[in-house]
């Protein structure tokens, strides 16, 4: 369980992100998920395209089981799409592609 404070961000965003599409009064929180939604875009833009900050990013290894960032990404894509935020959810396809991808790169 010494993985679980590695999560623990996935873990808040995913709780937001059904606060955000299952409860109507969550304005604050729609702009909270669209800024995170960005920023975990750019920072997987930048750990797709340079090798200078993919190296940064191997430094801080996390001993959680992939499947759980599978698990929480496939949730955030799900309830995004069941909520009909398409272009977040998108995003979201996005940032777990370029997870699986890097997480695949490092094995090899």
């Given amino acids: 369980m010494q993985w679980l404070k590695h999560v623990t961000v996935d873990l808040i965003t995913t709780i937001v ?9 969550t304005e604050v929180l729609e702009y909270v998920l669209y ?5 975990m875009v750019l920072a997987r833009s930048f750990t797709l395209f ?3 900050f993919r190296q940064i990013t191997r430094k801080k290894v996390s001993q959680a089981p992939d499947w759980i960032y599978h698990t929480l990404y496939a949730l955030n894509v799900l ?19 370029v997870a699986a991808y890097i997480s695949h790169r490092k094995e090899l």
């Fill in 50 to 52: 340079s090798s200078d």
């Fill in 79 to 97: 309830f995004l799409a069941w909520g009909a935020f398409f272009l977040t959810a998108a995003a979201w396809v996005f940032i777990w592609g």
């Fill in 35 to 39: 800024t995170y939604t960005v920023l």
């Fill in 17 to 25: 992100i059904a606060i955000v599409v299952f409860l109507d009064e």
